[in-house]
């Protein structure tokens, strides 16, 4: 069972918009702004998309944004495309002993 | 952006060790900090340990530690990953990351670690 609570999966169509939650607790989203989300294609390894938030590292598409209320964060994918077809990980610093933590991750299917 | 290229996969049987290894290029081996983290089958992802490299200062889940060592080598600006006493729920992907606070920035392709 995975500290970050997801969706296992979502679908969209091209060109829709899509949201897929994370929640936790008070002891990591609800208190730090320090909400990761990570893109893995199938036997690939995990890329970052969005750091502390809202944040995009260089070269991440501007498709993808986050934002964090309470306990819970989102990520938000605009405009999909195929290519988006993914497992996304959510992942937070804690208070726990492993300073990190991630969700279970969520299926992104594009129909 | 760092490179990272991981060593090949690994069977062991249980209780037995294993040590794997994550080769950085393209940056300053100094000025990072090194995670490993796992993905069991179908699992999400879990953090393992990590090393501050400026410092060489190992830190571990709870969960790993005693079990897992993490040391790196400056001259070959590479990282390893030692796990003790494996076990069949050890079975998964091992990543290696540079870690800038709490993101995983760059990444390894993963190395299969099977107990079996």
């Known amino acids: 069972q995975s500290a970050l609570t997801q969706p296992a999966s979502v679908s969209g169509s091209p060109g829709q918009s899509i949201t897929i939650s994370c929640t936790g607790t008070?002891?990591?989203?609800?208190?730090?702004?320090?909400v990761s989300w990570y893109q893995q294609h199938a036997d690939k390894a995990p890329r970052l998309l969005i750091y502390?938030?809202?944040n995009r590292p260089s070269g991440a598409s501007h498709r993808f944004s986050g934002s964090k209320s309470g306990t819970s964060a989102s990520l938000t994918i605009s405009g999909l495309q195929a290519e988006d077809e993914a497992i996304y990980y959510c992942?937070?610093?804690?208070?726990?002993?492993?300073?990190?933590?991630f969700g279970g991750g969520t299926k992104l299917s594009v129909l | 952006q760092v490179q990272l290229v991981q060593s090949g996969a690994e069977v062991r049987k249980p209780g037995s060790s294993v040590k794997i290894s994550c080769k950085a290029s393209?940056?300053?081996?100094?000025?990072?900090?090194m995670s490993w983290l796992r993905q069991a089958p179908g699992q999400g992802i879990e953090w393992v340990g990590g090393?501050?490299?400026?410092?060489?200062?190992?830190n571990y889940a709870q969960k790993f530690q005693g079990r897992v060592t993490i040391t790196a080598d400056e001259s070959t600006a590479t990282v390893f990953m030692e796990m003790a006493g494996l076990r069949y729920e050890d079975t998964a992907i091992y990543f290696c990351?540079?870690?800038?606070?709490?993101?995983?920035?760059?990444w390894g392709q993963g190395t299969q670690i099977t107990v079996s």
């Open positions: 990351a540079t870690q800038d606070a709490y993101v995983f920035d760059s």
């Open positions: 393209g940056g300053s081996f100094r000025s990072h900090a």
């Open positions: 090393i501050i490299l400026s410092l060489g200062a190992p």
């Open positions: 008070s002891n990591d989203i609800g208190a730090f702004n320090y």
């Open positions: 502390d938030v809202i």
């Open positions: 992942s937070s610093y804690t208070t726990r002993d492993t300073r990190v933590i």
